[in-house]
């Protein structure tokens, strides 16, 4: 009878106390939870994201891939699959599955291993918001109360929503949205249901699932969720065995961008973490850059098109690798990148009109003789081997080589060029990036040449000379004397003799004409004339450093250091009308939730800004990509750095380049509104164009990255400008002409051309010059005798 006393009271205390027990130990697991309310505010990983102007994907920047979807938007067959991969009672219980949980820890208790998952989609969200992934039975207790909270607080949509969003799913994809584009490069709204199927057999085991990694096992797992749709009665017998017999298509797709302009891209990703930090990275940033996908593509192909017309014309430097044995084709082929478009290949047989080469296609393809005959033997940049006679002359099987492919597929012995180039376009008016190309491939090399590289400019440089000459009195029509000119050194008496191209003298030149004919002596007086000092203090307006020009004679002459970026900054002063500008590459700034947080608003220019009601009240916001500049604050209103006389002047010299001087090449875009500069410097080892009309600015430099000479028949005219030129052709078509306005205080006159005075009935040669009105010619020297020295404008001669 006492035994049953006891057995009876230990029963009721138990049955008192486990409740109390629980309580209390819940209780106390509750204490530190955190609130529900705070997943509402929970913000995931995205990555940043760079798009161009016309909304084409640049580039992603991210340790996790991941495109958040919301719950409306999700297919109800995938949200079916899931649920039959994962929790088929999700709708029914409340954050966690008793006939589930109870069947895992007898698995546990009797096996020691857990063979079986506990835990409802709930619990996981609880797990992977809120918790460690460490395995203690209090970690699994929290995630318990957790869930239960969970399913208080959130409806069944929203612990879906949360969970799709954040789970991992193999290939660094989290979210349902990411794992599409990776596994089948589309979003989840346009799988198929075996391929929904697929990526709901994923969550479990990512590696062990995954239909590229195991695609047997993947397929099991796909067939299985399949089969459980069809018994839950979540899809019909017809679909199940459609989507059963469907084959597996999974591939990786990376997140390729839509429009390659990674030099750009990498621009802004520096941009951006300066200014955000880390967070860039995690904070889904999703950035609109000023460029756009006509422009950006037009300056790749033109880039990649002249530096392979320069190679060309130099010849052939052979296999990048030779006697590859059969057996280790596949492998290297593998191994080998794309370069500028460059394919690599292997040649496996030669006959007298053909190769035959083994592509990354895994194909035997054809390349025509006709495509090879230019590959003499590269001797040095000056000379070359003879012509070859057939394709044996050329190459040998088991060379690695290059070949190019068209649109048809057709393919062009090529190699990959060793001269380098950079080509940047600023808005004339804004100084928004139109188009950078910093090199001819960013796979081989990421150094940006168009803002890190620092080049002697040569003759592009001339400009501001001129344009120094033109504010300290000179006029277009002054009398320069183009003869020899020998300059002391003061330090240790040497003597230095410039020359002009071709060694030769034209005698006393106008000012114009000697810059469009790029007189180096003439520009040299000029500097001389003007003063070094007073010069540099000149050009320092234009946005050069001025402790970074050398304080000598020979800056006349381009010895500058420079980037492309400052030679096409400091030209837009010329395009835009005397306007300072300060070039950038972002537009537009939006957080996660697609708000606009920054705008890009360039100080205005009051002429021609019609977009602005009252310019008093326009405020200027920009992350100008000068440097230097961010430590100043940006004006509203651009700043006029020059006479925009001065800058019409030098307008109508610099059109004169095109017209009739080293540029006349560009007259094949049949324009009237275009004006530029070539440039070469000693030895050909930088060559340049810069040129511009109202829309576009842009700079194109082609060289060595380490400086040697191009060849003794190449100029900037041969190699910069036939890249300018097709460029600018894609860049202005449709657009109309645009000449720049002539400001008030411009004056036309006609001159005598030999003597630089104002014409007389007596002058034989003549033609009409444009003059600021306070230098123009007074009278009317209609006698023809000389003038005194108060009816002229200083024109001296020396």
């Known amino acids: 009878m006492r035994l049953y006393k006891f057995i009876?009271?230990?029963?009721?205390?138990?049955?008192?106390?486990?409740?109390?027990?629980i309580s209390g130990a819940a209780l106390y697991l509750s204490h530190n939870l955190p609130s529900i309310e705070s997943i509402r505010h929970i913000e995931l990983q995205i990555p940043l994201r760079v798009y161009s102007a016309?909304?084409?994907l640049i580039a992603e920047f991210g340790e996790m891939r991941r495109s958040p979807i919301a719950y409306k938007d999700i297919p109800p067959n995938f949200i079916n699959a899931l649920l039959a991969a994962e929790d088929d009672n999700f709708k029914n219980h409340y954050g966690i599955d008793l006939k589930s949980l109870l069947r895992a820890i007898l698995e546990l208790a009797t096996t020691g291993h857990k063979q079986s998952g506990g835990s409802t989609i709930t619990m996981q969200v609880a797990r992977n918001y809120f918790l460690s992934s460490e395995q203690t039975y209090i970690r699994k207790a929290r995630e318990i109360l957790l869930a239960l909270k969970l399913e208080q607080e959130l409806t069944k949509e929203e612990i879906l929503e949360l969970y799709l969003n954040k789970i991992f799913l193999g290939y660094r994809s989290y979210g349902i949205e990411a794992a599409s584009q990776v596994y089948y490069g589309k979003s989840v709204k346009e799988l198929s249901l075996a391929q929904m199927a697929t990526i709901a057999g994923l969550p479990k085991a990512p590696s062990a699932n995954n239909p590229i990694i195991n695609p047997k096992r993947s397929l099991e797992r796909r067939n299985w969720i399949l089969a459980r749709m069809h018994h839950l009665g979540m899809?019909?017998?017809?679909d199940y065995e459609k989507a059963k017999a469907e084959p597996e298509t999974a591939k990786r797709h990376d997140a390729i961008p839509e429009l390659a302009a990674p030099y750009i891209a990498e621009i802004i990703r520096l941009e951006m973490v300066e200014k955000y930090g880390d967070a860039a990275y995690t904070d889904g940033y999703q950035v609109t850059a000023t460029i756009s996908s006509p422009l950006q593509e037009a300056a790749n192909q033109a880039l990649r098109k002249g530096l392979l017309e320069y190679d060309k014309r130099h010849g052939y430097r052979g296999a990048e690798q030779s006697a590859l044995p059969p057996e280790n084709w596949l492998n290297t082929i593998k191994e080998q990148k794309s370069i500028g478009y460059l394919e690599p290949a292997i040649v496996t047989a030669i006959d007298d009109q053909n190769i035959i080469v083994f592509t990354q296609q895994n194909q035997q393809e054809t390349v025509a003789w006709e495509t090879m005959k230019w590959a003499r033997p590269y001797l040095s940049n000056n000379s070359m081997g003879p012509p070859p006679k057939a394709p044996k002359d050329i190459v040998n099987v088991g060379d690695l080589i290059r070949v190019q492919r068209d649109q048809q597929g057709t393919l062009y012995f090529s190699q990959i060029p060793k001269a380098e180039s950079a080509l940047v376009s600023l808005n004339s008016q804004t100084g928004a990036v139109e188009a950078l190309v910093g090199g001819f491939s960013f796979d081989q090399s990421n150094y940006n040449r168009v803002t890190q590289a620092k080049r002697q400019p040569g003759s592009s440089f001339k400009p501001f000379i001129y344009s120094a000459a033109l504010d300290a009195g000179f006029t277009a029509a002054s009398k320069i004397n183009d003869a020899p000119i020998v300059v002391e050194d003061g330090s240790d008496k040497k003597k230095w003799k410039p020359k002009n191209d071709g060694n030769k003298f034209l005698g006393p030149i106008s000012l114009r004409e000697g810059l469009y004919r790029s007189r180096n002596l003439v520009t040299i007086r000029l500097l001389q004339s003007v003063g070094i000092d007073n010069t540099l203090d000149y050009i320092e307006k234009f946005g050069f450093a001025k402790e970074s020009l050398p304080?000598?004679?020979?800056?006349?002459?381009?010895?500058?250091?420079?980037?492309?970026?400052?030679?096409a900054r400091a030209w837009t002063v010329f395009a835009s009308g005397g306007y300072k500008l300060y070039p950038y590459v972002i537009d537009e700034i939006k957080d996660r939730n697609n708000n606009i947080i920054f705008t890009a608003a360039p100080p205005a220019i009051p002429e021609t800004n019609q977009t602005i009601a009252e310019v008093s009240e326009y405020k200027a916001e920009l992350i100008p990509m000068e440097k230097d500049d961010q430590?100043?604050?940006?004006?509203?209103?651009?700043?006029?750095?020059?006479?925009?006389?001065?800058?019409?002047?030098?307008?109508?010299?610099?059109?004169?380049?095109i017209r009739r001087g080293t540029g006349t090449r560009a007259l094949v875009l049949k324009r009237i509104d275009l004006a530029g500069k070539t440039g070469t410097t000693n030895d050909t080892k930088d060559t340049w164009f810069t040129g511009y009309n109202g829309d576009y600015t842009t700079v194109v430099w082609v060289g060595f990255d380490k400086p040697d000479t191009l060849g003794r028949r190449e100029y900037g005219g041969t190699l910069a400008l036939p890249i300018w030129i097709d460029f600018m052709q894609v860049a202005l078509k449709d657009k109309p002409n645009k000449t720049m306005p002539k400001p008030a205080g411009i004056v036309q006159l006609k001159i005598d051309a030999d003597t630089g005075r104002l014409a007389s009935d007596y002058s034989q040669h003549t033609y009409t010059e444009i003059f600021k009105k306070e230098d123009a010619i007074k009278g009317d020297n209609s006698s023809g005798l000389p003038m005194s020295s108060d009816d002229v404008a200083p024109m001296e001669l020396f």
Do not use: H
Not at 8 to 21: E, H, K, Q, Y
Not at 235 to 238: A, D, E, G, P, V
């Open 8 to 21: 009876w009271w230990s029963f009721i205390t138990l049955i008192c106390t486990v409740p109390l027990v």
């Open 54 to 56: 016309d909304n084409k």
């Open 631 to 657: 430590l100043k604050t940006i004006p509203n209103i651009a700043e006029s750095v020059i006479d925009k006389r001065t800058a019409y002047i030098m307008n109508s010299i610099l059109q004169d380049v």
């Open 551 to 567: 304080p000598s004679l020979s800056l006349a002459l381009g010895s500058a250091d420079v980037s492309p970026m400052q030679i």
């Open 235 to 238: 899809i019909s017998k017809t």
